[in-house]
């Protein structure tokens, strides 16, 4: 029909024909004309023609010649009457009520799409002001009533109410009044009696929240007094107190929010921890959960593990190893808190623990640097609150000395306390003899042996202060030591539990012990579970349960999450004190020398007695047949076979596998050296020896150099050059072929693997790393086989280096020198 437009045609329509004929997209101009009556209104068609649907849905009307396609807003209110009004109709009559319904509704309506003839005297009653719409709110039990209002000029009446009609006419806009019903509808009002009610507590929330202030933009808003109590309000500044509760163990923390009653910060937090926004206080009122400080203290206490019955509790108990996370944490995130003194004075300790007053013990026989003064009162004062820690000091920097000075005051305290120490087998006499030398007050004993000689040490534990045992032999032995309780244990070399299911870890975490503290300068080596399994055992469940580590830690920290590092740092750093050499190089001595006993393996030991045995008898012949004096050469290749046995007895015995407890602890030092960024010059006399360290250098993936006496002169060259730039880990060095001449100031650490007769040609080798040059502090490190013939020469050594007048030049002069009383100590 679109394309007839404005082009005439002819039309027959119910038998009737119709000329010039037009059609348009328009509504036809109907007229009707309104008159009164006594009671009431007449509504009369005014139009000459009649008004005729085409269609039975009236789409099409026909009218005075013309084919209109009205719009559907007019079909709405025309077609209502189309079956009253007309040409041939009788006129509507509205009276009574209908007459007030007709005003009021269809007049307005109407009135709109048609033409109508109004008398002035119904004009003058019009009031056709603009829809005001008005609602007042009120609040009953918990639910918000609202009662919606329509006010034309000074006429106001209930949205489900008749509008008044006195001596007026209100001229209604029906589309508007529908406008707010839908509008409450939709944001969750229903309509009851003469208003309507919200009753769902979210609804209340999302329509405080979200839509009052855009309906207040609309409509005109009143608040009862009960409505304006629940209104949405911030928890207010936030105020937390923390103490050291008196004659307890314990922190006590209390939590406030101005806003928010102490009764109900239980349900508080549980509404956030379901992820609602809002928490509905009794009296009514919302509190807004998505403020910052309600997350903040709800991620403390999720930390701390809190239950929400703690919660209803006045104050909040909490074990003391939380206070240095609690004073950094509020501290962080600006939150006020109030600190009693006791608690203050807490944290000032393990954060500078110079300022404790705890004294070096008396018999000490070592002069302490400033650093590890600092590192023993740090272990007296988590100890003196119950907490544990990891001294991670670089190695070199008297791990050892530190704890045998705390040790000792303990002592000194507590008569009757007793100490555990486990460490690895090729360590178990270094630490005696480290007891020995800085602290010959107190008694240890080494448990080693067969089961029923180490039941015998462990159960004579009250006759001596220190027990020193290995891993392996601690995992066999402990169901005898969970008999026993220790004032505090150590464990050295910490990695060594850094599996948390290894038999080693789930022994150690078996003792029974006061204190509990972990030695070792690599706390992680690999993954974050290593630190948690250490952390498991100095302060179970302080990192919570291995699963939920690892969830709250480990895997955000691999996904590189921000904020979780510096979370898990601020829980853990209080408790690990770690100094690198070069952080306390002022106070380190230019040199650092440092001798590590080690013990023989099982097979290596076997060798070594079989030999001295044969060697007893062998040289004993000797020197009755031709006299000590011509003996010495004999003597000399006995001596340094013995050696070769105490290095590796595979240097000279083919197809040797049982070991060497020496090569473990090189190993051992080498692996810890490198993990704190060291780099080493490895010494031997025996070449054999440098040729099974390198292969086991190869077999670990640690790049080195290797340098011997049939090295060519330009190879020794560039590797001296290129490990000084950085190249390599490790420097095999042959004593006789390197000990002079080198300059390989690129090594901090030198080992002397085996001790040479003469001390002065160690030291010349040490001083290729130790020269001009040098920016670091250089640690020396002599390996030496407990009980065998290198700890009786290197004693024997002492003892003629001490005499001014015999520096010795050469072995010879060496062997020569030696008494037959000395020799006979030597083999006896």
């Known amino acids: ?99 007030n319904k007709f005003l009021e509704v269809v007049l307005p309506k109407i009135s709109e799409t048609m033409e109508l003839t109004v008398p002035q005297e119904i004009k003058d009653r019009f009031i056709t002001e603009e829809l005001k719409p008005v609602i007042y709110l009120d609040k009953v039990k918990n639910y918000i009533q609202a009662e919606l209002r329509y006010r034309y000029g000074e006429h ?125 206080l009794k009296n009514g009122s919302f509190i807004n959960l998505e403020e910052e400080n309600i997350k903040e203290v709800w991620d403390i206490l999720s930390y701390l593990g809190v239950s929400g019955k703690e919660l209803n509790n006045e104050t909040i108990g909490l074990s003391k190893n939380k206070a240095l996370y609690l004073n950094n944490v509020f501290q962080e995130k600006n939150l006020e808190v109030e600190k009693n ?11 500078n623990p110079n300022i404790t007053e705890y004294d070096i013990p008396d018999g000490i026989q070592a002069e302490l640097r400033g650093y590890q003064v600092t590192g023993y009162k740090w272990l007296r004062t988590l100890s003196e609150n119950n907490l544990g820690g990891i ?88 169901n005898l030591y969970q008999k026993l309780r220790f004032h505090t244990v150590f464990i050295d070399e910490a990695q060594y539990i850094k599996n948390a299911d290894s038999l080693n870890a789930k022994s150690v975490k078996l003792l029974e012990a006061d204190h509990r503290y972990a030695l ?40 590189l999450e921000e904020g979780v590092l510096e979370d898990l740092n601020r829980r853990i750093l209080p408790f690990i004190l770690r100094r690198m050499k070069k952080d306390v190089l002022q106070e380190l001595p230019d040199k650092v020398e440092t001798k590590m006993l080690n013990d023989m393996v099982e097979e290596q030991k076997k060798v070594y007695l079989s030999y001295v045995e044969s060697a007893k008898t062998e040289l004993d012949n000797e020197i009755k047949e031709n006299g000590l004096e011509k003996s010495k050469l004999k003597i000399l290749a006995v001596l340094t076979r013995l050696r070769q046995i105490c290095c590796h007895p595979g240097t000279f015995i083919e197809n040797y596998s049982g070991g060497s407890g020496k090569l473990e602890l090189l190993m051992e030092i080498i692996t810890d050296a490198i993990a704190n960024e060291h780099r080493i010059l490895v010494f031997s006399q025996f070449t054999s020896m440098l040729s099974i360290i390198e292969k086991e250098l190869k077999t670990q993936n640690i790049p080195s150099f290797y340098l011997e006496g049939s090295t060519k002169v330009q190879d020794r060259n560039d590797y001296v050059k290129r490990f000084n730039q950085g190249e390599g880990k490790v420097f095999l060095i042959s004593l006789k072929a390197g000990g002079t001449g080198l300059n390989l100031v690129g090594a901090d650490t030198v080992i002397h693997y085996d001790p040479w007769w003469n001390p002065a040609v160690e030291d010349q080798a040490t001083d290729r790393a130790y020269r001009i040059g040098q920016v670091n502090s250089v640690h020396v490190i002599k390996l030496i086989t407990k009980g065998t013939i290198e700890e009786k020469i290197y004693k024997l050594q002492l003892k003629k280096k001490n005499l001014s007048d015999s520096v010795i030049q050469s072995q010879e002069v060496f062997i020569n020198s030696l008494t037959k009383e000395e020799l006979e100590d030597i083999f006896g």
Not at 65 to 92: Q, V
């Open 520 to 559: 070792t300068g690599t706390p992680i080596e690999n993954s974050l579970s290593e630190l948690w399994s250490i952390f498991d055992f100095i302060m179970p469940d302080y990192l919570f349960s291995h699963t939920k580590f690892m969830n709250q830690y480990e895997k955000p920290i691999l996904r």
């Open 391 to 478: 001294l991670a000091d670089d190695m070199g920097l008297g791990k050892t000395l530190q704890t045998i000075v705390y040790i000792a005051a303990i002592k000194k305290i507590i008569q009757s306390a007793k100490f555990l120490i486990v460490c690895p087998s090729s360590l178990i006499y270094n630490w005696q003899d480290e007891l020995e030398n800085f602290a010959p007050f107190l008694t240890s004993y080494v448990v080693t042996g067969t089961p029923k000689e180490r039941k015998e040490l462990i159960e004579s534990e009250e006759n001596v202060d220190i027990l020193i045992t290995s891993y392996p032999l601690m995992r066999r032995d402990i």
């Open 1 to 99: 029909m679109d394309i007839m437009e404005d082009s005439p045609f002819d039309l027959e329509l119910y038998g009737k024909e119709y000329e010039d004929v037009i059609y348009t997209a328009a509504n036809p101009k109907i007229e009707y004309d309104l008159s009164l009556i006594d009671d009431g209104i007449v509504m009369d068609y005014h139009g000459k023609y009649s008004v005729i649907p085409i269609t039975e849905a009236g789409e099409l009307l026909f009218y005075n010649g013309c084919i209109y396609k009205p719009t559907k807003r007019f079909l709405g209110n025309y077609l209502p009457f189309y079956n009253n009004l007309g040409a041939k109709k009788e006129p509507l009559i509205f009276k009574g009520t209908n007459k």
């Open 156 to 280: 106001e009446f209930n949205a489900f109410e008749n509008a008044p009609s006195d001596n007026f006419i209100i001229i209604r806009q029906p589309h508007k009044e529908d406008y707010y019903i839908d509008y409450l509808e939709r944001i969750g009002f229903q309509p009851k009696q003469h208003g309507f009610i919200m009753r769902n507590e979210d609804e209340i929330y999302d329509f405080l929240i979200n839509h009052i202030h855009e309906l207040s933009k609309e409509c005109e808003l009143y608040y009862s007094d009960s409505f304006k109590k629940i209104n949405i309000k911030s928890p207010g500044s936030f105020k937390a107190g923390l103490r050291v509760s008196n004659g307890l163990n314990l922190l006590e923390m209390d939590l406030n929010y101005e806003e928010v009653p102490k009764e109900e910060l239980k349900d508080l937090f549980k509404s956030y921890r379901m992820k609602k926004k809002y928490y509905r």
């Open 341 to 351: 003194e006791d608690f203050s004075q807490l944290v000032e300790k393990i954060l």
